[in-house]
């Protein structure tokens, strides 16, 4: 079935990057699009951006157009994000998902000194 | 960007009530509207996708309705595994947003 497997959490300095992965499995990698989501601490969902994994094209959510990179390894089946100039505003949890139906199990970034 | 004002955020209810939840979008989103479900420490699940249409594997009990920018999800027969919050999400047009959730307890 699909899985799409996460990198584990992540505790990261303010101003560093952070780069976290997500491993499909269970389906053709390049016939879905995978899309990232943002759950700060107890609050709602926030829309990052998705990667064409077949083309690598991308398409962001204005707010996230500086902050997040979203790439691809076909030959891995997995997709990745990176958050760059981390602040406090950018612990939360991180999804991704496969055309907004199969969700990754998240990965907790914290950013702290 | 299209709001989703989702209604209400906390809601309790015995098992076996008729549960209803709201989304009203800032505007038209055509049918595009997903509902999931979160329990604590998950991630979401995908529950209705595009107003109306019951994902693989959810009861039955789980229903959607709407059009325009009103969409509801309805819960026939609330049971104590349904506590959660869920969350509307328009993929009508980018960038897609997401309701603010509504928290549901049992009594």
């Known amino acids: 079935q699909v899985k799409l497997l996460q990198s584990g959490a992540a505790l990261v300095k303010p101003g560093d990057s952070v780069k976290m992965s997500c491993k499909a499995s269970?389906?053709?990698?390049?016939?879905?699009?995978i899309h990232w989501v943002k759950q700060s601490h107890g609050k709602s969902l926030e829309w990052i951006g998705y990667?064409?994994?077949?083309?690598?094209?991308?398409n962001y959510n204005e707010k996230f157009k500086s902050k997040a990179t979203l790439t691809v390894d076909k030959s891995s089946s997995t997709a990745y994000m990176e958050f760059s100039r981390l602040t406090s505003e950018d612990s939360a949890i991180y999804y991704c998902?496969?055309?907004?139906?199969?969700w990754g199990q998240g990965v907790m970034v914290t950013v702290s000194s | 960007d299209i709001q989703m004002t989702q209604s209400p955020s906390f809601l309790s209810a015995s098992v076996g009530d008729r549960v209803t939840i709201n989304c009203k979008a800032s505007?038209?989103?055509?049918?595009?509207l997903n509902w999931y479900q979160q329990k604590l420490g998950e991630a979401p699940k995908l529950l209705i996708y595009?107003?109306?249409n019951l994902q693989t594997g959810i009861p039955s009990r789980f229903s959607g309705s709407g059009s325009g920018t009103d969409y509801t999800l309805t819960i026939s027969s609330l049971q104590p595994e349904d506590v959660a919050t869920y969350f509307c999400?328009?993929?009508?047009?980018?960038?897609?947003?997401f309701g603010s959730g509504t928290k549901l307890e049992i009594k």
């Open positions: 998902a496969r055309r907004v139906i199969d």
């Open positions: 269970g389906y053709t990698f390049t016939d879905y699009i």
């Open positions: 990667i064409n994994p077949y083309s690598g094209g991308t």
């Open positions: 505007q038209n989103i055509n049918k595009y």
């Open positions: 595009n107003t109306n």
């Open positions: 999400l328009q993929h009508s047009s980018r960038p897609f947003t």
